[in-house]
């Protein structure tokens, strides 16, 4: 146990490549703020925690760039508008944004649970299932409360809920898959 939280701190306080990343998610918190106020700076603050929490889980370089990018790119398109320029593009961003999120959490799971790691692929599919649709769903109370609390710009609806927990929920999960099946909490998986 004392060398892998050894491992664990020496890899910490190491640079990364990823961390350049971390950089620009930290940069984007206050960007966001000036460019479309408070509800954005939020969105760019969750982002820059989700970033120091894949640090904090030593991920393969490929996945930690990944999953920072996707969660840039989501948060960027909000601040931005673009998900209201460009309507099939809430999407697509619904299943690649759960998908990072699940792989982020299925790794916080099985670092925790180390009996998890190697499980048949049926039923990791089930576990990365239920995890997309619980993601999907606080994702879309997210929305909700940013909507009913901050800003009625943020747009829910019917439709656009459904839609998005579908999509979270299968696109998520299926995507997840083959990275939580590569990455099935080896140790040693970090940056080298």
Do not use: K, N
Request: charged fraction near 15%.
């Amino acid at each position: 146990m004392s060398s892998a939280r050894s491992a664990w701190e020496r890899a910490q306080r190491r640079w990364w490549p990823t961390d350049g990343l971390r950089v620009v998610a930290a940069l984007s918190v206050p960007l966001a703020w000036w460019v479309a106020g408070l509800p954005s700076a939020a969105c760019l603050f969750l982002v820059l925690g989700a970033a120091m929490l894949l640090r904090a889980l030593v991920l393969p370089v490929a996945t930690d760039a990944a999953c920072q990018l996707v969660f840039l790119a989501v948060a960027w398109a909000a601040v931005t508008g673009l998900y209201q320029r460009v309507g099939w593009l809430d999407l697509p961003a619904h299943a690649v944004g759960t998908a990072a999120a699940a792989v982020l959490v299925w790794r916080l799971v099985v670092v925790s649970s180390p009996g998890e790691r190697g499980m048949p692929v049926v039923a990791l599919l089930w576990h990365l299932l239920g995890l997309a649709a619980f993601l999907s769903l606080l994702w879309e109370v997210g929305e909700w409360a940013g909507h009913t609390y901050l800003s009625r710009a943020i747009g829910v609806g019917y439709d656009d809920t459904i839609g998005d927990l579908v999509v979270g929920t299968f696109g998520g999960a299926l995507l997840a898959l083959p990275i939580a099946r590569r990455d099935d909490g080896r140790p040693g998986g970090g940056p080298a």
